[in-house]
């Protein structure tokens, strides 16, 4: 599939970007007018979300595929989130530092952003940040999440391959593995791999994917990587190849986006419906079943009523309360 490289080579172009992202950051409706319209000839960009605990070598392992993929002459994003991070517009000192090998490098671009403001949520953020670089039609977009708690999972979800990134196992065993990961992951990198205990730690994760392998024709590959060197990524490139080709094969890329798609206009709804219906609670009062608006008896015992009642209001033909 030909793939031609973005160059955001005009520093306006990229600062329009990074401006559009700040709003989608902020939940500014203006985000979506500052996407330009992507090239619909164009491939679509792949999504890979790196995930794992902190210090894994998430950041490490991004830079060295956005070293493999720009000797292939594609262009690749990267965006950081960490969801325990108040900082926003690209501040996670540490990753930029990491990364700063590609800051000059037109097709390259890479953002940080923090949980801080978005009312939908950091995923929800994320999603908007991930269809501005689709606009922009990168070829590669990274996603990495800090950490493997809830909302990270949440915001691994918005990627089409999910990787999740461990190191070699100190003393007892794999412990990193909680409930959640296990099932996200579609590949599996043992980071640092020049540490003692890789092959032992690659073992047993390969024991724990085979016994939880779902239905979908795809056995998660569990591989080994150094990320601090130059060819230390060689099989998780191979490997994300692969799993892209199988999701293709599979349509399970069309029903992965599709999913993602649904999520985000559901999301976007109810956060509308809950402002218009906190409007017209604060114009209006609860309809109560006396009518005079202000909490009585009734709210203690039956706000599912009063509920309905509202949502009747809300899509009711008439005035819209929103506006
Ligand atoms: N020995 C060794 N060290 C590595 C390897 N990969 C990364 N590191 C080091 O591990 C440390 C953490 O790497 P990062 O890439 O920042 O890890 P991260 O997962 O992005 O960390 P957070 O974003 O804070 O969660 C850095 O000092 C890296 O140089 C590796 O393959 N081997
Ligand atoms: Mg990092």
């Known amino acids: 599939m ?25 939940d500014d409706p203006a985000a979506g007018t500052l996407a330009t319209p992507g ?20 950041s490490t392992l991004a ?4 070293t493999a993929w720009r000797s292939a002459q594609l262009s690749v994003a990267v965006l950081a989130v960490d969801p325990s991070s108040p900082f926003t517009g690209g501040a996670l000192l540490g990753d930029r530092v990491r990364m700063q090998g590609h800051a000059a490098d037109p097709s390259v671009f890479i953002r940080s952003m923090g949980a801080r403001g978005h009312l939908g949520g950091l995923a929800a953020a994320a999603r908007s940040a991930v269809r501005l670089l689709e606009a922009e039609r990168f070829d590669r977009i990274l996603l990495e999440t800090v ?13 089409d391959t999910v990787v ?36 032992r730690t690659v073992r047993e994760i390969r024991g724990m994917v085979r016994a939880g392998t779902g239905g979908d024709g795809w056995t998660p590959p569990v591989l080994a990587s150094v990320a601090t060197r130059a060819g230390g990524v060689t099989e998780l490139v191979a490997a994300l190849d692969r799993h892209h080709a199988h999701l293709v094969v599979s349509a399970q890329l069309e029903r992965r986006r599709q999913g993602r798609l649904v999520d985000e206009v559901v999301a976007l709804v109810a956060r509308r419906a809950e402002a218009a219906a906190r409007q017209l609670v604060a114009r209006d009062g609860l309809p109560l079943a006396g009518g005079n608006g202000s909490a009585g008896p009734e709210a203690a015992i039956d ?7 509202l949502l009747g209001r809300l899509t009711a033909p008439g005035p819209d309360p929103s506006r």
């Open 2 to 26: 030909p793939e031609r490289a973005t160059t955001l080579g005009r520093s306006d172009d990229r600062r329009a970007l990074a401006r559009a992202i700040s709003a989608a950051e902020r």
């Open 39 to 58: 090239d619909p000839a164009h491939a679509p960009g792949r999504l890979v979300g790196l995930t794992g605990p902190p210090g894994s070598g998430k």
């Open 63 to 66: 830079d060295t595929l956005v």
């Open 147 to 159: 950490g493997v708690g809830q909302s990270e999972l949440e915001v691994s979800r918005v990627a």
């Open 164 to 199: 999740v990134v461990t190191t070699p196992a100190a003393g007892d065993g794999v412990q990193v593995m909680k409930a959640g990961i296990m099932e996200i992951g579609d590949i599996f990198v043992v980071n640092k791999a020049d540490l003692d205990g890789a092959d």
């Open 303 to 309: 706000p599912v009523r009063i509920a309905e009642r």
